[in-house]
Structure formats: structure tokens, C-alpha cells
């Protein structure tokens, strides 16, 4: 899973496995080691109530929450995300795509297929 954070933004990407995780277990989570015992943890979470999607910071752990309904309907699903406000923070959980312009080198083979790759580019 991938994080970006820019201002009030937060944007989680998934891959295809990790899409599967939280349909099958609802928590698919990552972390950073910055060394000497500090480490930054964040986790996308399902849970059964239907409130908004929202997300909560402490301990060192930021956590982003959406509904079981709604996750599990996103990744059945062709759309690419979800989309919300919480507050003055914009959260986006995304699936997350092959880059059209990767380096030779870096392999993305879990990445959803892009929809503007043509069948030549594919790999």
C-alpha cells in the first residue's frame, strides 16, 4: 500500500492483492522503520458501521476507516476510488495503477493494468 500525504491530503493506493486483503479481512496495513525504535505505521480498515470514511491519528499510527459495505462494494467493482472529506482532511483510497512511464527495471506485477496502456505496452 502506498501512502501520500500533501497539505490536508491523504491518499492510500492498494494493489490487486492488497484490494483482496481488506475484501477478505478488512485491515491491510504498512510501516515505516525510521530507526531507533521510531516507526510510522498506517492502516486501512473495514469496519460494520456506516459511517463516513474517516481517518485518526495516535501512537504514531494513522488509521483510515470505511465501511464494510463500502469496501467491499469498491473492490467488486471498476471504480478506482473512494472519495471523502473528513473535516479540513481529503481522503482517497485508490487502486493503484501501472505507470505508464516506469523505468525498465521496476516491475509493478500486482498493479491493476492502467486503462490508457495499450496491448503493445503491456507486459
Known sequence: MKLRLQGNSVRLRLTRSEVERLRETGLVEESVDFGAGEA????LQSRLEQDPVAAA???GIMTVSVS???AQAWAG????GL??????LTISIEKD???LTRRLDEQEP???PHPGQTSETRS
Open 110 to 112: 500486482d498493479a491493476y
Open 68 to 70: 464494510k459495505d463500502a
Open 40 to 43: 510510522l505505521a498506517y492502516r
Open 77 to 80: 467493482s471498476d471504480e478506482v
Open 97 to 99: 495503477f501501472r505507470c
Open 57 to 59: 491519528f495516535g501512537q
Open 83 to 88: 472519495y471523502a472529506q473528513s473535516g479540513v
